[in-house]
T-cell receptor
């Protein structure tokens, strides 16, 4: 849905660099999910955030990955010291209060070279 | 934690035929949602089912929510080339949306 904005759309990083992926949810939405998708695979849950809170990060690797959703500004998924295995499409989805449908952004395609 | 499983993973269909994809949750769900992702695109919401035993139709697509609210199905009749893509179910429980692995549909003309 055009209302959820992810940037950049494509990101190339060398091994060892940091990747920052941004997600601006739809107006009025206070819940954000991040998912990772490898080519021809499903959506793997990473983290679920509300404003200023991490609700569930059970899908996040313990090291190098972090996520935040500050009171002001977009949600950020940060990957430190990227490796080739981090290459994937990262989608965020936002959701309104009360468990309504999730609206996905167009994703960030991360390529680690 | 909650797990949502989908079968089959791949569905190769002759144009004009029908097929069904199934979704099962390890826990009772508040609701179930279905999404479609076209190749190279992002998931797009199709429908939400909330009530036990609920059935909803969208043209050639029929969605069903099980009586126990732990399983769901999507049935597509008279498959067309426009149906190509990956169909995901997503179970909502405790405000967490968990996706199945998806059923990727290819269509033979």
């Amino acid at each position: 849905n055009a209302g959820v904005m992810q940037n950049p759309r494509h990101l190339v990083r060398r091994r060892g660099q940091e990747a920052r992926l941004r997600c601006s949810p739809m107006k009025g939405h206070s819940h954000v999910y991040w998912y990772r998708q490898l080519p021809e695979e499903g959506l793997k849950f990473m983290v679920y955030l509300q404003k200023e809170n991490i609700i569930d990060e059970s899908g996040m690797p313990k090291e190098r990955f972090s996520a935040e959703f500050p009171k002001e500004g977009p949600s950020i998924l940060r990957i430190q010291q990227v490796v080739r295995g981090d290459s994937a499409a990262y989608f965020c989805a936002s959701q309104g209060q009360g468990g309504t449908e999730a609206f996905f952004g167009q994703g960030t395609r991360l390529t680690v070279v | 934690g909650q797990q949502v499983m989908q079968i089959p993973q791949y569905q190769h269909v002759q144009e004009g035929e029908d097929f069904t994809t199934y979704c099962n949750s390890s826990t009772t769900l508040s609701n179930i949602q279905w999404y479609k992702q076209r190749p190279g695109g992002h998931p797009v919401f199709l429908i939400q089912l909330v009530k036990s035993g609920e059935v909803k139709k969208q043209k050639r697509l029929t969605f069903q929510f099980g009586e126990a609210k732990k399983n769901s199905s999507l049935h597509i009749t008279a498959t067309q080339t426009t149906d190509v893509g990956t169909y995901f179910c997503a179970g909502l429980n405790d405000y967490k949306l968990s996706f199945g692995a998806g059923t990727t549909v290819t269509v033979r003309a």
